[in-house]
């Protein structure tokens, strides 16, 4: 707006000297208003189409910054495609691999003993891992050391004083698949498909029903 009004009062003011030099050339009163109405009208128009241009500018950048995040997205989800190799331990140090379940749709939950959100969730997921919709796993998952989470040892210390024994716990060593799939608070949710690919990481609560719908439609 402050350049509009600049250049309007810079077009004024190139209008008032040719008025006042056409005065002194002889123009009438009449032709110099017609003149002046007639430049501003023409400046106004080309006000307008400049802030269309401007307008059009900001839309295509815009559009321009959409397109770069969605292939900034499809190229994480495309290195998220195989998770098949990605490992993990028990709390009592039996190595997992999702290449295990491979052919079964997986439900994975992050997690963190200090997160109130998911204690508070804890018995519902352990329920649905005991009774998991057909073709799928409940898992969740743990990172020592990372965000906060106590050490190795400190949380199965921790975990023996809870009433949850028969949730299944992987251990993702240094949080290096938390870090893949850009896990960064908690609860986090991700979905994998029989094919062992990413299909949805989402973070926050997630009721069962809602697990079991998305595993269902996958």
């Known amino acids: 707006m402050k350049m509009k009004t600049k250049l309007m009062i810079a077009l004024f003011s190139t209008l008032l000297l ?38 059009k500018d900001e839309k295509m950048d815009k559009m321009d910054n959409m397109s770069s995040k969605d292939e900034k997205m499809d190229k994480k989800m495309g290195e998220m495609d195989d998770m098949t190799q990605a490992t993990f331990t028990t709390l009592d140090g039996k190595e997992v691999s999702l290449a ?23 018995a519902d997921i352990t329920q649905l891992s005991e009774m998991p919709p057909k073709d799928s796993v409940i898992l969740t998952v743990i990172a020592p050391g990372v965000n906060r989470e106590k050490s190795l040892e400190d949380f199965k210390k921790w975990f023996d004083g809870v009433d949850y024994h028969s949730l299944p716990v992987l251990v993702d060593k240094d949080g290096q698949f938390l870090k893949k799939l850009g896990v960064v608070g908690y609860p986090t949710s991700a979905f994998i498909d029989a094919n062992g690919k990413v299909v949805r990481v989402q973070p926050g609560h997630v009721s069962n029903d809602d697990i079991v719908k998305t595993l269902e439609s996958l």
Do not use: H, R
């Open 100 to 122: 295990d379940y491979k052919g079964k749709k997986v439900y994975l939950k992050f997690w963190a003993s200090w997160c109130p959100i998911c204690l508070s969730g804890l």
């Open 18 to 55: 040719g008025a006042c030099q056409n005065s002194q050339m002889g123009m009438d009163t009449k032709d110099m208003k017609e003149t002046t109405e007639m430049m501003s009208t023409m400046s106004g128009e080309k006000m307008d189409k400049m802030d269309n241009m401007s307008s």
